[in-house]
């Protein structure tokens, strides 16, 4: 008889604990079911929205115009998801996290990025055409510097009105500006050709396939296009680049020159960036070929002073601290170091 009342009080309180939990689960599913309801909600907003869709494009499909219309949009909407996980994966997986002020700072770079981008697929910049008519509609003007030489240079108060980094897409800072050039886009254009450098050609299926082609086959493409950078929401607006005696197109010198909104002595201010495609890889960001550059982008850049100031059409009239001596990663994740001067050519 011992063992008896000892099961029983055993199971009521066996029974009671599972009364316990049965009650403590009822009293949770009103909060959570408040819980799930934005989700729920999303769900069915969705599941609407797809549908209208699905409605939409039935009716689209049933004329050649509305076909039309249905590939165009598809185009768009694959290219902004592009953009957006390019420009998410900068801000949130690498930043971190994503503050109030940054999201909205990251946000409007990225959207002048993809107008840029826009403009630059549509052939209005990145080319020797357009960089010839390049006029500033509201130019900021820099003091000039009082030195012997005729040429202009810009004074020191005034250096810091220059743009100092290059950017990603989603306005991550890249390598820091290292030449500056003081005249017209033809005087620049004239003094690289002249240099026995060559413009890059614009981004095309065609420009890229044959790009993509050459690099597999170790072979050469004197004007191949270079990837898309930005300054200050811009697009670059010139690229240059050259191959020394037998490299082929996997290792290349070159420089990407943006056309600002200042001024200095009635010349034009041209920034730049440069880098040495040391050789092809793998992405880190996309599994793609792509050139990763010598760290030493320094290097670089007395390279290109040195071939331009040979032809004679410009001289190195001062060089100027645009940052303080730093290492970083460019877009592809490559690393670089500098000393964070800039040479200003006139």
Known sequence: MTGTPSQTLSGSAYDNDL????????????????????????????????????????ILSGSPQGRETMIMAGLALLFSVILFLTWAHEAVVRGGRVPRTRFVRDA?????????????????????VHALSRETAHPRVLWPAEHADPRPAIHEDHVGHLPRFSATLSGRAQAPVSMVFLGTGAELLRTFQSAGWHVADRVTPRTALRAFACGVLNKPYPSAPVLPVFVEGRLHSLAFQRHDEGDSSRRRHHARWWHTDLVCEGRPVWVATASFDAGVGVGRLFPLPIHHIDPDIDAEREYIVRS??????????????????????????????TDGVAAVLA
């Open 19 to 58: 009364r316990g939990d049965i009650a403590s689960l009822i009293a949770c599913i009103p909060a959570a079911t408040e819980a799930r309801w934005p989700l729920w909600s999303a769900r069915i907003l969705l599941y609407a929205a797809l549908l209208a869709v699905a409605v939409y494009a039935r």
């Open 108 to 128: 409007a770079t990225f959207g002048a990025s993809c107008v840029a981008v826009g403009r630059f697929l549509g052939g209005t910049q990145a080319d020797a």
């Open 308 to 337: 331009l100031t040979g032809t004679g059409s410009v001289e190195v009239t001062q060089r100027v601290q645009i940052t303080e001596p730093m290492t970083g990663k460019n877009a592809a994740g490559d690393r670089f170091f």
